[in-house]
């Protein structure tokens, strides 16, 4: 395998090559913490809501109780069907997350809604 001029040259030229490459890269953090924090809010809002309609005390107790299985079901890393199986192994997870998306579709509420934005501003800041 044939080596680069860098290589040749030894490790002082080495070190200055990505010393150079280092330099000349310009990020723009500030635009990549908010295209972060945006991304993290479109993600974080639907379990946040969930996290608040069980907080909720007007949230039935059998609704708490299958939301609270299906997140375990979700974050847990055994399955019924394990995800490497193709196509089928990620059935039961949809189940899952469909008995989440109904449940929150009929109880959530305005308020829930609310303390969720709340809480979902306070973790996650639109600096702009």
Not at 27 to 34: A, S, W
Not at 46 to 70: K, N, S, W, Y
């Given at each position: 395998m044939p080596m680069s001029a860098a290589q040749a040259a030894g490790p002082a030229a080495q070190t200055s090559l990505t010393a150079e490459v280092l330099e000349s890269a310009v990020?723009?953090?500030?635009?990549?913490?908010?295209?972060?924090?945006?991304?993290g809010r479109t993600i974080a809002r639907p379990a946040i809501q969930c996290f608040e309609m069980l907080l909720d005390g007007g949230t039935p107790h059998q609704a708490r109780?299958?939301?609270l299985a299906a997140l375990t079901y979700l974050l847990l890393p055994l399955d019924i069907i394990p995800d490497f199986i193709p196509a089928a192994g990620f059935s039961?997870?949809?189940?899952a997350l469909t008995a989440l998306l109904g449940l929150c579709s009929r109880h959530l509420t305005p308020h829930i809604r609310e303390r969720a934005q709340r809480r979902l501003?306070?973790?996650?800041?639109?600096n702009r």
């Amino acid at each position: 395998m044939p080596m680069s001029a860098a290589q040749a040259a030894g490790p002082a030229a080495q070190t200055s090559l990505t010393a150079e490459v280092l330099e000349s890269a310009v990020v723009d953090e500030t635009l990549l913490v908010r295209l972060l924090r945006r991304a993290g809010r479109t993600i974080a809002r639907p379990a946040i809501q969930c996290f608040e309609m069980l907080l909720d005390g007007g949230t039935p107790h059998q609704a708490r109780l299958t939301v609270l299985a299906a997140l375990t079901y979700l974050l847990l890393p055994l399955d019924i069907i394990p995800d490497f199986i193709p196509a089928a192994g990620f059935s039961d997870d949809m189940v899952a997350l469909t008995a989440l998306l109904g449940l929150c579709s009929r109880h959530l509420t305005p308020h829930i809604r609310e303390r969720a934005q709340r809480r979902l501003d306070k973790w996650f800041p639109l600096n702009r």
